[in-house]
């Protein structure tokens, strides 16, 4: 269920207001649709030479706090809670790793074998908030990590140290 639009962000939950049988997966099988869709409409627009933009996400999995927040005047269903800001917190991670998404440890673990095999681990993270460190990972596109347009390797390796690690690993892992 979409929650609510945040600017150009979406907040989206599974599982809540409504059961669902495997909410991790869910999630998961929304993110490549969505990549899927925008890849479609970035060539469609490149074709036409219109302007392309990316798409940045954190997904995580954990217990949140839902329901209806306000006064009896105004009110929204909303979620709260750790859970929630670390998911806000990957997706400002996108910004300094060349790529579209980054999931938790805790989405990671709770995938099935065939979704989990189509992640790779990223790195190891402390964001704000948090006092110990979380597992990232990304998620493979047709076997492959894609590094976003307009960034190069160059480019990446200049802004933060990480990302020579980052790059080292792919190239050792995936050539």
């Not at 065939?114 to 460190?133: F, N, S, W, Y």
Request: net charge positive.
């Amino acid at each position: 269920a979409i929650v609510k639009f945040i600017g150009d962000a979406v907040l989206s939950v599974f599982h809540v207001p409504l059961d669902h049988d495997d909410p991790a997966n869910a999630a998961f099988t929304c993110y490549r649709g969505c990549w899927a869709q925008l890849q479609m409409m970035i060539t469609k627009r490149a074709q036409e030479g219109k302007v392309c933009f990316d798409m940045g996400g954190g997904i995580n999995f954990g217990t949140v706090v839902a329901g209806a927040i306000g006064s009896e005047h105004r009110f929204t269903y909303s979620v709260l809670g750790d859970e929630v800001n670390l998911a806000a917190r990957l997706e400002g991670l996108t910004r300094h790793y060349p790529i579209d998404v980054i999931i938790s440890e805790s989405l990671h673990d709770n995938l099935d074998e065939e979704h989990r095999e189509g992640c790779i681990l990223l790195d190891c993270v402390r964001v704000k908030g948090r006092a110990t460190p979380v597992r990232i990972y990304t998620v493979l596109q047709r076997g492959r990590v894609v590094i976003r347009r307009g960034l190069s390797a160059k480019d990446m390796l200049l802004r933060k140290p990480a990302h020579k690690v980052f790059f080292d690993g792919i190239k050792t892992t995936h050539n």
